[in-house]
């Protein structure tokens, strides 16, 4: 298996702009995670998705952000408009449900808005 | 509040020391505690532990959790550069995990 895939894996924007961040997860696995990740807050959950569908969008620290999963191999995090303080490496991770089996994930996307 | 913290935050040791990476957490309807190894890229999966006082082990890594007093250690052994990482754990609750802010392990050669 090709294990969970993102793109881009790098993005560099300026502030004002839009970001969209994409996800494949690992076949078979119906559970989506995305995460973000700076030095000063580790790795925080931004919206967990359950057989597509969006379970806990808590973590989303505001409107700004969006989260999509239009069918069980994609999923997408926008960003409108971006921020500097967006900048930090988004994660997407999935697993075959939940909390019970372990999360893969993937390469991540480094974002950094200027 | 749910809540890991991990010790120490940081630790510099030589090849061929042995370490022992902490992991407290409180967790509503807690069911398993996981480590990961996060070198410059994506974490990986070490262990899942859900019962208290079962060890696991995989090579020179083992774990074990302590589920009355609430912490999960991580032993390395004979430890090489290329185990040089962060280490996270993470405890889940009924469906999410919440991360620690990891241990930065460096091993010198």
């Known amino acids: 298996d090709a294990g969970v895939i993102q793109s881009p894996r790098h993005e560099v924007t300026e502030m004002g702009q839009e970001v969209t961040l994409r996800c494949k997860p690992i076949s078979g696995h119906n559970s989506l995670f995305w995460y973000r990740q700076t030095m000063m807050r580790g790795l925080e959950l931004l919206i967990y998705?359950?057989?597509?569908?969006?379970?806990?969008d808590s973590g989303m620290p505001e409107d700004r952000f969006s989260a999509k999963m239009p069918n069980a191999s994609f999923s997408t995090l926008k960003i409108q408009p971006s921020e500097p303080r967006d900048s930090a490496v988004y994660f997407c991770a999935s697993s075959f449900g939940g909390s019970r089996y372990e999360q893969y994930f993937g390469p991540g996307t480094r974002l950094t808005v200027t | 509040e749910d809540k890991v913290v991990q010790s120490p935050l940081s630790l510099v040791v030589h090849e061929g020391d042995t370490v022992t990476l902490n992991c407290s957490y409180e967790?509503?309807?807690?069911?398993?505690l996981l480590w990961y190894k996060q070198e410059k890229k994506a974490p990986t999966f070490l262990f899942m532990l859900?019962?208290?006082?079962i060890e696991k082990k995989s090579g020179r890594l083992s774990s074990i959790l302590d589920k009355k007093e609430l912490f999960s250690i991580l032993n390395i052994t004979a430890t090489q550069t290329g185990d040089s990482a962060v280490y996270l754990c993470?405890?889940?609750?009924?469906?999410?995990?919440?991360f620690g802010t990891g241990t930065r392990l460096k091993v010198l050669a």
């Open positions: 967790v509503t309807n807690f069911r398993s």
């Open positions: 859900t019962s208290s006082g």
């Open positions: 998705f359950n057989n597509n569908v969006p379970i806990d």
């Open positions: 993470a405890d889940s609750g009924t469906y999410k995990y919440i």
